[in-house]
C-alpha cells in the first residue's frame, strides 16, 4: 500500500496567515492526489483534485502543488472558516490511501 | 442538487452484521461509482472499496474482503454496503462518496453525511 504521510500533523496559525501543509506519497504517484477539509461532525469536503486543480466553488486562497511524492496545500490568507482537519488523498494505486490528517487551529 | 444521503447510526454487538444504505439523487445514477469510506474516531479516512452502480462490479481493500459486501438497487438509485463479523475496531463513521466514470484522474466530489456504527457488547 502506498503511504501518504502529512506534515504537521497540527498548525497554530492567526486569521489572514499563509500556511502550508505538506504530504508525501511512499512511491511517486504522478498528480494522483487530492485535498480536503473536514470541519467538525461532517463529512469532508473536495479542495483541490489532480494536485493543483480548484473544485468548482472553493474559494482561490487555496492553491496545491507538487508531483511525483512531495505534495503542498497552501492557505494565502486564513480565515475565520479554513480551521479544520486536511486531508490528503492518493487514488493512484489501489487502495486509496489517506494522510492522517493536519489540524489546523486557531493561535 | 447532487444528495447522498445515508442511512441512520446504529448500534451492533460483536460478530453481528451492519447494513448501511446511500441514496443518490441529482445526478444519473449510473455514471458514477461509490466508494466506501470509514473513519474510526480521532483517525484519518481509510478506503474499503467500490462498486459500479451500473454493472453491479465491486472491488474492496484486502482488509475488508471476505467480510463486506456492496450492492445497488437501480430502481431507487441506492447502494448498500453491509460488513459482517463486526469486532470493536469496526466502530466507526462510514461515508459513501461518488466518483465519476471513467475519469484518469478520480476523486471523491460528493459524499454523504456519514453514519456512525458502534460495535459494543
Known amino acids: 500500500d502506498i503511504q501518504m504521510t502529512q506534515s504537521p500533523s497540527s498548525l497554530s496559525a492567526s486569521v489572514g496567515d499563509r500556511v502550508t501543509i505538506t504530504c508525501r506519497a511512499s512511491q511517486s504517484i504522478s498528480t494522483h492526489l487530492n485535498w480536503y477539509q473536514q470541519k467538525s461532525g461532517k463529512a469532508p469536503q473536495l479542495l483541490i483534485f489532480?494536485?493543483?486543480t480548484l473544485q468548482r466553488g472553493v474559494p482561490s486562497r487555496f492553491s496545491g502543488g507538487g508531483s511525483g511524492t512531495d505534495f503542498t496545500l497552501t492557505i494565502s490568507s486564513l480565515q475565520p472558516e479554513d480551521f479544520a482537519t486536511y486531508y490528503c488523498?492518493?487514488?493512484?494505486?489501489?487502495?486509496?490511501?489517506f494522510g492522517q490528517g493536519t489540524r489546523l487551529e486557531i493561535k | 442538487q447532487v444528495q447522498l444521503v445515508q442511512s441512520g447510526a446504529e448500534v451492533k454487538k460483536p460478530g453481528a452484521s451492519v447494513r448501511i444504505s446511500c441514496k443518490a439523487s441529482g445526478y444519473t445514477f449510473i455514471a458514477y461509482y461509490i466508494h466506501w469510506v470509514r473513519q474510526a474516531p480521532g483517525q484519518g479516512p481509510e478506503w474499503m472499496g467500490w462498486?459500479?452502480?451500473?454493472?453491479?462490479?465491486?472491488h474492496f481493500a484486502q482488509k475488508f474482503q471476505g467480510r463486506v459486501t456492496m450492492t445497488r438497487d437501480t430502481s431507487i438509485n441506492t447502494v448498500y454496503m453491509e460488513l459482517n463479523n463486526l469486532r470493536s475496531d469496526d466502530t466507526a463513521v462510514y461515508y459513501c462518496a461518488r466518483v465519476k466514470v471513467p475519469a484518469h484522474i478520480y476523486y471523491f466530489d460528493y459524499w454523504g453525511q456519514g453514519t456512525l456504527v458502534t460495535v459494543s457488547s
Open positions: 488523498h492518493q487514488s493512484y494505486n489501489t487502495p486509496d490511501t
Open positions: 462498486i459500479n452502480p451500473n454493472s453491479g462490479a465491486t
Open positions: 489532480d494536485a493543483s
